[in-house]
């Protein structure tokens, strides 16, 4: 397994990250085979493919949560060596409705060693002020997180991926149980956040309606690579109409 930097061809001495050769196995199983994935800093990634293609896997694997083969290549603008910081928002994480924590106690148990219940200060809550700010949600800094939606818990776990300010961020199925307006006010948000933090977004997602609009590429995945390119190239493709049993091809 292997996380490291390098100059790499054609990114012109931009920010960019390269997926080299890829694989995974559970066992003698191949769950993923030779990906190759080159995303460049400011750009907006889908990846999608039907359950059980791998998608959480290729994210645990970049998480460094997964052992691989091959490499995970990360270049800053001008060749500076860096170590890749990775923000990630999770699928639907569970809380427990009846607990009484709000979003800055959220904060606090996340960034601090302290005990969320002790004052931790005005510093403090201007600093969840300001990444809360990030995602326009400074007003839900006193709201109990079992009182958000789904909209404004997604709203808080971004902000929490964005301190400190990743150069990837990673979201698995964030338009998942978000209503119409959620989801074009999140991707509004991420269209947003990537052009003002030059940071490069992958996210996994089975709902298509917003990747025309927001994406940049798609991958379609199923165990490996089996259409990358626009949105327009991979929805309208054979291989996205094979991927999820249509017929007649594409959309």
Do not use: W
């Not at 559970?26 to 080159?38: A, K, R, S």
């Not at 359950?51 to 800053?76: C, D, H, M, W």
């Not at 190239?233 to 594409?250: C, I, K, R, T």
């Amino acid at each position: 397994m292997k996380h490291t930097h390098c100059n790499c061809g054609g990114c012109h001495d931009s920010c960019c990250l390269k997926i080299e050769d890829l694989s995974v196995r559970f066992g003698t199983e191949p769950v993923l085979e030779h990906i190759d994935l080159h995303m460049h800093c400011g750009q907006i990634v889908a990846l999608i493919g039907p359950n059980g293609a791998g998608k959480s896997t290729l994210i645990k694997a970049i998480l460094g949560q997964r052992e691989y083969e091959g490499k995970i290549v990360f270049t800053p603008a001008g060749g500076t060596a860096q170590t890749l910081r990775i923000g990630y928002v999770p699928q639907s994480p569970a809380f427990d409705r009846g607990d009484p924590i709000s979003v800055q106690d959220l904060f606090a148990c996340c960034l601090t060693r302290r005990p969320a219940f002790l004052p931790l200060g005005k510093s403090f809550r201007k600093k969840v002020l300001e990444s809360l700010a990030r995602v326009h949600g400074e007003n839900l800094i006193d709201k109990r997180i079992g009182d958000l939606s789904g909209g404004e818990l997604q709203r808080v776990l971004l902000a929490l991926a964005l301190e400190p300010m990743p150069q990837l961020l990673i979201l698995d199925e964030p338009l998942s149980g978000v209503d119409v307006e959620g989801m074009e006010t999140l991707m509004q948000m991420l269209d947003e956040i990537r052009k003002t933090c030059d940071l490069s977004i992958l996210m996994t997602t089975h709902d298509f309606s917003m990747l025309e609009r927001y994406c940049d590429r798609v991958v379609l995945l199923s165990h490996k690579i089996l259409k990358k390119g626009t949105p327009l190239e991979v929805l309208d493709s054979e291989e996205f109409a094979e991927a999820f049993h249509m017929g007649g091809g594409g959309r």
